[in-house]
């Protein structure tokens, strides 16, 4: 049986465009797609964390429109995707949920778009969620990246999405999905 997998979107500790550590703002369309990408490549939980009250509030009242409001009949599908959404003031939070359902911290997959010494292939961690039984965590970070605090805690580093052109600055819903993809797509 392959690895529960979880993921992350963390908006605290993360780096603006300057370095400096920040809280970003959580997104409506955001939490819609990843949670939609989660459900399609079978992830056990989507995880937004930030430790402000009044963005966890945001996100509640996104998920009681889908799940009790008219967003469910207007979209039962949404509603679905959007069950697996939890909520989390920090990524320790996360930890402490995961260790609650599966009896062991989860394995930490950091994300970055900038390289990384001894960041791994997609290959080599799509194989260790394949044949590994413990739960891992895939860390999504907002604004300008993970702080290093965060990729230090990290069992390993996947190795960055590249395109063909110099740029490089996906969205966060768009990186979720690629790796998704890249991870747990069959065949």
Do not use: Q
């Amino acid at each position: 049986m392959p690895s529960p997998l979880h993921v992350a979107i963390l908006h605290y500790p993360v780096y603006d465009k300057n370095r400096d550590v920040v809280t970003t703002a959580v997104t409506n369309i955001d939490v819609h797609d990843i949670a939609r990408s989660c459900c399609t490549y079978g992830v056990e939980r989507f995880y937004v964390v930030t430790p402000v009250d009044a963005l966890r509030g945001l996100v509640r009242r996104i998920i009681r429109h889908w799940d009790e409001g008219d967003g469910r009949e207007y979209n039962p599908n949404r509603s679905e995707a959007l069950s697996l959404v939890r909520l989390e003031a920090t990524l320790e939070g996360v930890e402490i949920d995961i260790e609650r359902r599966y009896g062991v911290l989860p394995r930490l997959i950091g994300t970055s778009a900038r390289p990384s010494a001894g960041a791994e292939s997609f290959a080599s961690v799509r194989h260790s969620l394949e044949t590994t039984e413990a739960p891992s965590l895939l860390i999504l970070g907002t604004g300008w990246g993970l702080t290093e605090a965060v990729m230090s805690r990290c069992h390993c580093v996947l190795e960055p999405i590249v395109g063909p052109s110099a740029y490089n600055h996906l969205s966060v819903r768009a990186a979720a999905a690629i790796l998704l993809d890249r991870l747990r797509s069959p065949g």
